[in-house]
């Protein structure tokens, strides 16, 4: 008999001084011996803690039966239970389960040898006899399905009708096992197999064990330690959405799963209006505003034959209307309730013009500035990047999805996009499990912990699979260990892509490869609408797989209340009321104060003196009204953008001379413009040099080689600078750039990127000392291209960088960047002193308790980060020189001095080990506290224990 298993009963701790005791209860098929290799239950035991304390360190697994673990089998009333085991007594044991009180009851029916001898509809009638008694106590509870084995023919086909029924029957509640470990024809995969043609190895005990943990342990993790009691609303939806895929075609099933553009101005052409009405079109991108939203949604609810509604989709990157700092410059101010409340902005102006959803936050590590899109995302460093994009997915969505003013968020792009060899966009992604898990995915895993509604599949490959036919990572991954219950959408044209990819011939090819490794919606190739049907008829696509896209696709739908509610966001006068308003616009204003970085002050150039009598504000971007807005502005509009020297203006008004002259241009070669910027100079009390990119050279398809500023800005700024008047070099850019140069003669430096349409407010406030700067770099500045990649938290090598020749460094430049991760300047300064820790020598599950003050010790009020930084000395495996762990924001006023407390909990030291188990394991560690990734002070502690696997 193929037995599955179980863990029995889980407690999670949770919480640094309350404890919350989650029970999930295991109700199974397997006995109390023999289960899984014999004699092998303590091991299994040890096994499935290690498996939970994958998915999250903090679990502490308590066994409460003798001998380990305890299962309950659950047979129909009546059937004949397997020679040499008990017959149970369902009810019984239901009512034991209920007595423990459990947050959510985990169900594994009869597997294969019961489940031969009985019908399905008694394994139905079953079922309503065990989930009676949970549904009366409103426990939520999963199903998981018929597990393969070596049966006979009509035996397979049985347990795949059985399976089959189970998932229509339940959906999201259904877990479905055998599609992981057997093939078509129902026999268990060679892989999978323990060799004795009935049980299961560990691999594949691994993944049943974490696919349950994952469909349910997660999410009640989060709710206990909201103190929050689950609650069934999922399955009320699931019962709407079972109802209305009984109802559809075929047809009108793939078309649920298209997604197709609008026209300019969001016009339809006729054969999409076509389309709509006969159920063919599922969402719209790039159709936006109250009224046409309404328009193109009547056809949908209207004269389509189900009355499906539209998901209108638009990329809301930084802001919709009131367009806020590019994300990488909102990762500056390392401030999370911030950017959340600039996403909700974003949301509720985007929601009051009918748009439903954005195709952000872009969570993509990225340690190559070469690679445009680093722009859109929050920079180098996964803990950084995990706050943020939590912070932007509760910004987006709110507390609830029906909200006039919540929209469905998307994280992108999944996985490892940022990650593209060369810097060069689309290109191929290569590097090992260990650096995926550890760098480049923790921002989604925060983001699907956020509850993020969708993801979308990235371009690229990794190691040989591009991510939109990637069944490991887009399923087994993200569905079954991480537990994500929202949709994939493909990118722009990704599943046709499959084609130049090279593994697939054609385009149904693609199509199918794409929906079966879990690509639910596909954006504007039209594959799934056009390709797909005649799979579907053939049987060469599963009717189960194509449901069960459908069924993610109409969920988000009724999350959303848009069959409620269908126009939603279709009120003109609240969109003209609630876009570009003053709070909205006072708002954007101070997240751009927070996002400019003081890269170099040097004699305290900056503030400018409020007294000065003339100005000559030169550079092609000074008056450059596109540029702030960045890559991917929304509607952002020129006309509303505050350039450089319109904010100046508004600053000092009459009182002071400004003098104007553009200089140079921003790409061009000419250089006639440079003397009359230098006559201006000359008359100047103070210059400021506006200069940089322009916005299209950032953002996607934007790759640069070159990382100077470009055209002659670079010779136009040593030029002023050779002049020798006060200096300041105002940067404008989507990218860290190559900046030895002019850093080596201008005096003082301010990183603006793009800010939005508060740019040149933002930027005046700081020079003139209004506002203090507080920014902190999310991505290091190479000295030059050729150090790229570079980042703060690499790995050491056999041999370090010395002043010996055959170590690890360049000929002609040191390794060291130019400014370093969490770098950044301010107007006053900052004194560390008395780094602490509660005790120097801690147990394996014990937490750290580390304390440091800090002190403005300068004349001025200002905003400090205190970064706190890890190093494990000697791992299993080598480990970062040091990685980032937490960081506290915090307000000084001139003179005062405060102690700042930071927990260090087990889960920020755990890492992937040789045998890729994620775990903390004992030694000898370094903290360091400080105001940058270089000035640091530190300490040693050391973890003490066997290692917990």
Same mark, same amino acid.
């Given at each position: 008999?193929?037995?599955?298993?179980?863990?029995?009963?889980?407690?999670?701790?949770?919480?640094?001084?309350?404890?919350?005791?989650?029970?999930?209860?295991?109700?199974?098929?397997?006995?109390?011996?023999?289960?899984?290799?014999?004699?092998?239950?303590?091991?299994?035991?040890?096994?499935?803690?290690?498996?939970?304390?994958?998915?999250?360190?903090?679990?502490?697994?308590?066994?409460?039966?003798?001998?380990?673990?305890?299962?309950?089998?659950?047979?129909?009333?009546?059937?004949?239970?397997?020679?040499?085991?008990?017959?149970?007594?369902?009810?019984?044991?239901?009512?034991?389960?209920?007595?423990?009180?459990?947050?959510?009851?985990?169900?594994?029916?009869?597997?294969?040898?019961?489940?031969?001898?009985?019908?399905?509809?008694?394994?139905?009638?079953?079922?309503?006899?065990?989930?009676?008694?949970?549904?009366?106590?409103?426990?939520?509870?999963?199903?998981?399905?018929?597990?393969?084995?070596?049966?006979?023919?009509?035996?397979?086909?049985?347990?795949?009708?059985?399976?089959?029924?189970?998932?229509?029957?339940?959906?999201?509640?259904?877990?479905?096992?055998?599609?992981?470990?057997?093939?078509?024809?129902?026999?268990?995969?060679?892989?999978?197999?323990?060799?004795?043609?009935?049980?299961?190895?560990?691999?594949?005990?691994?993944?049943?064990?974490?696919?349950?943990?994952?469909?349910?342990?997660?999410?009640?993790?989060?709710?206990?330690?909201?103190?929050?009691?689950?609650?069934?609303?999922?399955?009320?939806?699931?019962?709407?959405?079972?109802?209305?895929?009984?109802?559809?075609?075929?047809?009108?099933?793939?078309?649920?799963?298209?997604?197709?553009?609008?026209?300019?101005?969001?016009?339809?052409?006729?054969?999409?209006?076509?389309?709509?009405?006969?159920?063919?079109?599922?969402? @719209?991108?790039?159709?936006? /505003? *109250? &009224?046409?939203? +309404?328009?193109?949604?009547?056809?949908?609810?209207? !004269?389509?034959? #189900? %009355?499906?509604?539209?998901?209108?989709?638009?990329?809301?990157?930084?802001?919709?209307?009131?367009?806020?700092?590019?994300?990488?410059?909102?990762?500056?101010?390392?401030?999370?309730?911030?950017?959340?409340?600039?996403?909700?902005?974003?949301?509720?102006?985007?929601?009051?013009?009918?748009?439903?959803?954005?195709?952000?936050?872009?969570?993509?590590?990225?340690?190559?500035?070469?690679?445009?899109?680093?722009?859109?995302?929050?920079?180098?460093?996964?803990?950084?990047?995990?706050?943020?994009?939590?912070?932007?997915?509760?910004?987006?969505?709110?507390?609830?999805?029906?909200?006039?003013?919540?929209?469905?968020?998307?994280?992108?792009? @999944?996985?490892?996009?940022? /990650? *593209? &060899?060369?810097? +060069?966009?689309?290109?191929?992604?290569?590097?090992? !499990?260990?650096? #995926? %898990?550890?760098?480049?995915?923790?921002?989604?895993?925060?983001?699907?912990?956020?509850?993020?509604?969708?993801?979308?599949?990235?371009?690229?490959?990794?190691?040989?699979?591009?991510?939109?036919?990637?069944?490991?990572?887009?399923?087994?991954?993200?569905?079954?260990?991480?537990?994500?219950?929202?949709?994939?959408?493909?990118?722009?044209?990704?599943?046709?892509?499959?084609?130049?990819?090279?593994?697939?011939?054609?385009?149904?090819?693609?199509?199918?490869?794409?929906?079966?490794?879990?690509?639910?919606?596909?954006?504007?190739?039209?594959?799934?609408?056009?390709?797909?049907?005649?799979?579907?008829?053939?049987?060469?696509?599963?009717?189960?797989?194509?449901?069960?896209?459908?069924?993610?696709?109409?969920?988000?739908?009724?999350?959303?209340?848009?069959?409620?509610?269908?126009?939603?966001?279709?009120?003109?006068?609240?969109?003209?009321?609630?876009?570009?308003?003053?709070?909205?616009?006072?708002?954007?204003?101070?997240?751009?104060?927070?996002?400019?970085?003081?890269?170099?002050?040097?004699?305290?150039?900056?503030?400018?003196?409020?007294?000065?009598?003339?100005?000559?504000?030169?550079?092609?971007?000074?008056?450059?009204?596109?540029?702030?807005?960045?890559?991917?502005?929304?509607?952002?509009?020129?006309?509303?953008?505050?350039?450089?020297?319109?904010?100046?203006?508004?600053?000092?008004?009459?009182?002071?001379?400004?003098?104007?002259?553009?200089?140079?241009?921003?790409?061009?070669?000419?250089?006639?413009?440079?003397?009359?910027?230098?006559?201006?100079?000359?008359?100047?009390?103070?210059?400021?040099?506006?200069?940089?990119?322009?916005?299209?050279?950032?953002?996607?398809?934007?790759?640069?080689?070159?990382?100077?500023?470009?055209?002659?800005?670079?010779?136009?700024?040593?030029?002023?600078?050779?002049?020798?008047?006060?200096?300041?070099?105002?940067?404008?850019?989507?990218?860290?750039?190559?900046?030895?140069?002019?850093?080596?003669?201008?005096?003082?430096?301010?990183?603006?990127?793009?800010?939005?349409?508060?740019?040149?407010?933002?930027?005046?406030?700081?020079?003139?000392?209004?506002?203090?700067?507080?920014?902190?770099?999310?991505?290091?500045?190479?000295?030059?291209?050729?150090?790229?990649?570079?980042?703060?938290?690499?790995?050491?090598?056999?041999?370090?960088?010395?002043?010996?020749?055959?170590?690890?460094?360049?000929?002609?430049?040191?390794?060291?960047?130019?400014?370093?991760?969490?770098?950044?300047?301010?107007?006053?300064?900052?004194?560390?002193?008395?780094?602490?820790?509660?005790?120097?020598?801690?147990?394996?599950?014990?937490?750290?308790?580390?304390?440091?003050?800090?002190?403005?010790?300068?004349?001025?009020?200002?905003?400090?980060?205190?970064?706190?930084?890890?190093?494990?000395?000697?791992?299993?495996?080598?480990?970062?020189?040091?990685?980032?762990?937490?960081?506290?924001?915090?307000?000084?006023?001139?003179?005062?001095?405060?102690?700042?407390?930071?927990?260090?909990?087990?889960?920020?030291?755990?890492?992937?080990?040789?045998?890729?188990?994620?775990?903390?394991?004992?030694?000898?560690?370094?903290?360091?506290?400080?105001?940058?990734?270089?000035?640091?002070?530190?300490?040693?502690?050391?973890?003490?224990?066997?290692?917990?696997?």
């Amino acid at each position: 008999m193929l037995l599955f298993w179980l863990l029995a009963i889980v407690t999670v701790a949770i919480g640094q001084e309350r404890k919350t005791n989650l029970t999930i209860v295991v109700l199974g098929s397997s006995t109390a011996e023999g289960a899984g290799p014999v004699d092998k239950s303590n091991a299994w035991v040890n096994r499935y803690r290690a498996y939970l304390q994958r998915l999250n360190p903090d679990y502490a697994v308590v066994n409460l039966a003798k001998g380990g673990y305890t299962t309950y089998q659950i047979l129909p009333s009546g059937s004949v239970a397997p020679p040499g085991r008990p017959q149970p007594d369902q009810e019984r044991n239901v009512t034991k389960a209920l007595k423990l009180e459990p947050a959510a009851i985990i169900i594994n029916l009869p597997s294969n040898d019961a489940a031969s001898n009985f019908t399905i509809a008694e394994q139905l009638a079953n079922y309503r006899t065990v989930l009676a008694p949970l549904a009366a106590r409103k426990i939520p509870f999963w199903i998981t399905t018929t597990q393969p084995r070596n049966l006979s023919d009509a035996q397979r086909q049985n347990l795949v009708a059985m399976r089959d029924s189970t998932l229509a029957r339940f959906g999201n509640r259904a877990i479905d096992f055998w599609s992981g470990l057997a093939a078509n024809d129902g026999r268990i995969q060679p892989q999978y197999d323990c060799g004795d043609g009935v049980h299961l190895n560990d691999r594949a005990h691994q993944i049943l064990f974490e696919r349950v943990v994952a469909a349910g342990i997660h999410q009640f993790v989060a709710k206990a330690n909201a103190d929050e009691t689950p609650s069934l609303k999922v399955s009320a939806i699931d019962r709407k959405v079972d109802s209305l895929l009984a109802l559809m075609t075929l047809e009108e099933k793939l078309g649920q799963l298209n997604q197709l553009a609008g026209l300019g101005e969001g016009k339809l052409a006729d054969e999409r209006r076509q389309l709509v009405k006969k159920g063919l079109i599922g969402s @719209f991108l790039n159709i936006t /505003g *109250a &009224e046409t939203t +309404r328009k193109v949604q009547q056809l949908a609810v209207e !004269e389509s034959r #189900l %009355r499906i509604p539209l998901i209108f989709g638009l990329d809301v990157i930084h802001g919709f209307r009131t367009t806020f700092p590019i994300p990488l410059a909102e990762a500056c101010t390392w401030d999370p309730a911030a950017v959340e409340q600039a996403a909700r902005v974003a949301a509720t102006e985007a929601a009051a013009a009918g748009i439903h959803w954005t195709f952000a936050p872009m969570v993509d590590i990225a340690r190559d500035p070469r690679w445009g899109r680093i722009a859109e995302g929050s920079g180098e460093d996964p803990y950084l990047g995990s706050r943020m994009a939590a912070a932007r997915v509760r910004g987006f969505q709110g507390n609830d999805l029906r909200n006039a003013a919540s929209i469905l968020a998307c994280a992108k792009h @999944f996985a490892a996009y940022g /990650g *593209a &060899e060369a810097g +060069r966009d689309y290109n191929t992604v290569d590097f090992s !499990e260990r650096t #995926l %898990r550890e760098i480049y995915l923790p921002p989604f895993k925060a983001a699907v912990d956020a509850g993020v509604g969708s993801l979308m599949s990235s371009f690229n490959e990794i190691g040989g699979i591009p991510s939109t036919a990637n069944h490991w990572l887009l399923t087994e991954l993200l569905r079954h260990e991480w537990g994500f219950t929202g949709f994939v959408v493909s990118d722009w044209t990704s599943i046709a892509e499959l084609i130049p990819h090279g593994i697939a011939a054609a385009r149904a090819e693609a199509g199918k490869l794409a929906l079966e490794a879990g690509v639910d919606m596909d954006m504007e190739a039209r594959i799934y609408e056009k390709d797909l049907l005649a799979l579907a008829r053939e049987k060469k696509i599963s009717g189960v797989t194509i449901d069960q896209a459908v069924r993610r696709v109409l969920q988000a739908k009724f999350r959303l209340g848009l069959f409620d509610h269908p126009y939603r966001g279709c009120d003109p006068a609240r969109e003209k009321s609630v876009i570009l308003n003053k709070t909205h616009v006072d708002f954007a204003r101070q997240v751009a104060q927070k996002s400019i970085v003081l890269l170099k002050n040097e004699k305290n150039l900056l503030p400018l003196s409020k007294t000065i009598k003339t100005i000559a504000v030169l550079g092609p971007l000074a008056d450059d009204k596109a540029a702030p807005l960045g890559p991917w502005a929304g509607l952002g509009r020129p006309e509303d953008v505050v350039t450089v020297l319109q904010g100046l203006r508004n600053k000092i008004g009459p009182s002071a001379k400004i003098l104007y002259a553009q200089g140079c241009g921003l790409e061009d070669s000419a250089r006639a413009g440079f003397a009359e910027a230098k006559r201006l100079a000359q008359q100047a009390d103070a210059v400021i040099l506006v200069v940089g990119e322009e916005a299209s050279m950032s953002g996607e398809a934007a790759s640069r080689s070159d990382l100077d500023l470009p055209g002659v800005q670079e010779d136009f700024v040593q030029t002023i600078a050779a002049i020798g008047k006060p200096t300041v070099m105002v940067l404008m850019n989507g990218r860290p750039l190559t900046i030895s140069r002019a850093a080596e003669r201008v005096p003082a430096i301010l990183e603006t990127w793009f800010l939005g349409i508060q740019h040149g407010n933002a930027v005046a406030d700081i020079l003139f000392g209004e506002v203090n700067p507080s920014g902190k770099l999310p991505v290091t500045f190479p000295r030059a291209v050729g150090q790229i990649p570079i980042y703060y938290n690499h790995k050491n090598t056999g041999r370090p960088m010395t002043a010996d020749k055959f170590t690890s460094k360049y000929l002609d430049i040191p390794n060291t960047p130019l400014y370093p991760f969490g770098y950044g300047l301010s107007y006053t300064k900052f004194d560390y002193s008395n780094l602490q820790f509660r005790a120097s020598t801690i147990k394996m599950h014990d937490s750290l308790r580390v304390a440091v003050t800090v002190k403005n010790s300068g004349k001025i009020k200002g905003d400090e980060i205190v970064q706190l930084y890890v190093q494990d000395e000697f791992g299993s495996v080598t480990r970062p020189v040091k990685e980032l762990k937490d960081f506290r924001r915090l307000t000084l006023a001139a003179g005062e001095a405060k102690t700042v407390e930071f927990v260090l909990k087990p889960a920020q030291l755990a890492f992937y080990n040789r045998e890729m188990k994620f775990i903390a394991e004992p030694g000898s560690f370094k903290v360091f506290v400080g105001t940058n990734s270089v000035d640091l002070l530190e300490a040693r502690f050391e973890i003490i224990g066997e290692r917990n696997y």
